[in-house]
């Protein structure tokens, strides 16, 4: 610097003075600006605090629609089950509804004297009144082969009556009469039970 004039050394001092107080600044600036390590663990513990509260609301949530799904999808087999539980029953119900007529209707084919049980039946609603009682013809002599003279010696007639069928009985004294026909003896057993199932004859439905 000897080489220089008095100005410019003065002028290169000054700006030598002048800059120095600019780095100086800069300087404070940056490790005014550098984080504070506490302030960072303090920012990191809040969100993890803040991942775990919502990672656990988040799974509060699902677990709440998966117990609700588990709780309807129950429901539902409850549900279907009880129907097929009632099904199941209304199915053996109708088997063994069936079971029994076709019982009855083997009964009266090959045992076709159980008609005269049925005439007796009837005939106790009477006492000591006479009666006519209609029967199938086949039944009508059936049971006079059985009965007759007894029931003709007590003052009752034996009428045969073809729309009648097998098994069925009607008794009339005065103006009362007794239905015992097939389908009528069927209906009265059934609702003692609490069933509503019509007699039917073979063929028909």
Known sequence: MSGLTAWERWELASLDTLEMPANESAGDDALAQRPDPTEIERLRSQAEAAGRQAGYAAGQAAARAEAE????????????LAEFNQSVADELLALATE?????VRETISLRPE????????ALAQFPHQHATIYLHPQDASLVRSYAGDVLAHAGHRILEEPNLKPGDCLVESGSSQIDGTL???????????????????????
């Open 114 to 121: 159980t008609i005269q049980a049925v005439v007796n039946e």
């Open 183 to 205: 389908a009528t003896r069927w209906r009265r057993v059934l609702e003692g039970i609490g069933l509503q199932t019509p007699w039917n004859e073979p063929g028909t439905s």
């Open 69 to 80: 799904r588990l709780g309807r999808a129950a429901a539902g087999l409850e549900q279907a």
């Open 99 to 103: 079971i029994a007529r076709q019982v």
